[in-house]
């Protein structure tokens, strides 16, 4: 086994030489200035060295075998034939061929009648087929130039042989490792059978690959928008800034089109802006064209300006609720019915917090564009400070600040009368209001008892306000309101027992109970004369009790790790000011801050007593529970009630949804409404996985919103195909789309990531 010096001494990576990568030596491997050769004979001709049998000649990180190798020392020119293999260390790429010509100390050579592999680089992406099975490749020969490798009249896949499932072939293919691969004039065969020709296809090898080039096509059938079918294009634009154009077409509606322009400004500041849209040629809805086209900005940013200062924005501009209701591709996005942007600057040092912001929520009743609650608030100034010690002496006393200044606008079809939304209400373009509340607490402590008292005085001036009728008019207004909170903390009472054995070894169970009063006057009558624009404005004249009783239940396992295996909590108020103060009148829809706090059915349609109970049961232990529900003594029985359980096996997922309202049909309509999941399987699992969903409403009987899909893993591939149905509003859609994944690499398709059951 001679070890021969290289022909010329390598070149060290340094400033002189920036190309030159770092060798990494293989273990047992000769170092950089020098070459291993070996055989079970060797002849020699001046610098030639003829190796035969079992030949090899290795150097730092490559390594070269064959029946026969002739190399020279001088020039380090190596020629192999029979049963070639050629490994490189440092990628882990092997070479198998009938006979080929290298150069040691160039990293150059010729290899003819190729077959080899290549280390899969497991892509851990949201979207991309994961596996482990390494790239094979097949040419008629191949060239190797230090990293790249030129593969000519060949094929790449990363199936079993001898039989892939597909295969990319074609007469050029030029990689780089750890870089770049390059198709020309390639064809993708899936069991030989020619899917789609490429021209040029590009596929970034980089830790973080960003290159520009076109993504794959999106390809699927819709029941009102007909064929659909699209491409996108990617431009990296430079290191901070990228782009992404995708039309999708419809052949029974139009054009579609979404863009996303992403870039980091500098350190601290990035941007995400995206805008989609549909040109919409219309549907007819009974005799008559409906057109349901529009478009939806969409803008998140940050920016850090210096000296603690920090900037953010979020916009969501929607044109039409129609266009969302008709276009989105999810059931939670086509219903949800609201919009909200806002962008701010702030600091905070301290307790101290200041924010600068600009508001605008839109709430859509409908799909009319005329019926729309907007609220803007342009600008408005926010001074706070969190609870901070001023005093400790005989008493802890704790001192905190909320205060704004704000300009407020709203506009909606349905105004606001002492309560209710009736008539037309349009303030001017902005009116002020100035507020400010401060608060005082402090604490006392007996044994394990504790008592929390507060005190807030809460002024506010409203630069407009309501008249008796309902009716907005210039007049200003001043609130002047006080506070009184008591928190009584009562001793946690807790008992443990034995556990079965299933569960673990013990059970311990806490019962922790707590009582609040609170106390508001001032505000009065004159509740009916404030604009309603956000919470600020639902403060009332209260006199409350709220009581709070929490179960928690932890249970020790065998190995002495505890665990929260359940909770539930039970919640009352008592109202010793049934009108609020003259704020709740009857037969209208009334909100207030003490109701808004306990409950999701917020309205009043009259004066109470006491509210209803609330009750929040949560279980979790291989199946997932939850049940949310409220009582109402007055109606005597549950006002809404929501139910949902999961659990996850090893390869079977369930999940189960019921929400139930019924309320006075003054506050909302009643509803009954089922959602449920079940699949088997997993996004990487290989043979087929499956998986249904559903949303029932029982009150009308429709099926609003309904997926299926099933998915086929091979071990380098993938195809997904999900069937949906929308029904709801004027949507009235059967959707059917599809996706192919070859394993990290990409996929393909119409069914989004975000859009698949699993």
Known sequence: MPLLPLP????????????????????????????????????????????????????????????????????????????????SYVTGNKIECDHGEYNVNTEKGNFYEVTGTA?????????????????????????????????????????????PWWVLKGPKFDVIDNERAIAYNAVFRLKNLPLLYLPFYYKPLGKQPRKSGFMSPNLGNSSQKGFLYGIGYYWAINRSYDLLYRPVYFSSRGLSQYTDLRGKVRPGTDFDFQVYGVQDRGIMIGNELQKQGGYEIELEGKTELGDGWEGRVSVDYLDSYLFRQNFTETFNEAIFSESHSVGFIDKHWSTYGITIAAERDVNYLDINPQDTIVIRSLPSVNWDSSE???????????????????????????????????????????????????????????????????????????GASVSPVGTFISKDFVRSASDIDVLLILPSLARVFKAPKWLGDKIEHVIEPRAEFRSVAGVGSG??????????????????????????????????????????????????????????LPGRLNIVEASEDLTPMPFLTGPRNYSPIDSDLRIETKVGFEWRA??????????DSGVSANVHTAQWFFAL?????????????????????????????????????????????????????????????????????????????NQFLVSFGVSNVSTFGTLRRQDRLF
């Open 8 to 87: 010329k001494p390598a070149a060290q990576p340094g400033a002189t030489n920036p190309n030159v990568r770092y060798k990494i030596p293989h273990p047992n491997a000769p170092d950089e200035a020098h070459v291993l050769i070996e055989a079970i004979s060797q002849e020699t001709n001046g610098p030639w060295r003829y190796l035969r049998g079992h030949a090899s000649v290795e150097t730092t990180d490559t390594l070269l075998r064959a029946d026969e190798i002739d190399y020279n020392g001088d020039t380090g020119d190596v020629i192999v034939r029979g049963r070639v293999l050629y490994e």
């Open 119 to 163: 280390p899969a680089k497991i892509e851990v992406r949201p979207g991309i087929l994961a596996g482990s099975q390494p790239f094979v490749f097949q040419a008629k020969w191949v060239e190797r130039i230090q990293e790249r490798y030129i593969l000519h009249q060949g094929f790449i896949t990363n199936c079993s042989m001898p039989k």
């Open 630 to 639: 409220d009582y109402d003594p007055l109606q005597g029985h549950l006002i």
């Open 527 to 584: 509740f009916n004369r404030i604009l309603r624009f956000d919470g600020t404005d639902l403060l009332s004249d209260t006199e409350q009790l709220n009581l709070k009783l929490s179960n928690r239940f932890y249970v020790k396992k065998k190995d002495g790790t505890v665990q929260e295996l359940a909770w539930w909590e039970l919640r009352q108020d008592r109202y010793f000011n049934p009108t609020f103060g003259g704020a709740v």
């Open 657 to 733: 949804g019921y929400n139930e309202i019924r309320d006075n049909p003054i506050l909302a309509p009643n509803s009954n409404q089922m959602s449920a999941l079940v699949g088997y399987g997993n996004t990487n699992r290989k043979g087929f996985s499956g998986a249904f969903s559903v949303y029932y409403d029982y009150d009308r009987g429709i099926l609003e919103f309904a997926t299926a899909q099933m998915t086929y893993n091979t071990d380098c591939c993938g195809v997904s195909v999900q069937v949906r149905r929308f029904n709801f509003g004027t949507r009235n859609e």
């Open 388 to 462: 901070h010690l001023v005093n400790d002496r005989v008493l802890p006393v704790w001192l905190s600040l909320e205060s704004s200044v704000a300009g407020l606008n709203r506009s909606q079809p349905g105004g606001t009368g002492p309560g209710d939304y009736t008539g037309t209400l349009e303030t001017q373009d902005f009116v002020g209001r100035m507020d400010a509340e401060p608060t005082v607490t402090t604490a006392f402590h007996w044994g394990a008892f504790g008592l929390m008292p507060s005190f807030t005085w809460h002024e506010t001036y409203y």
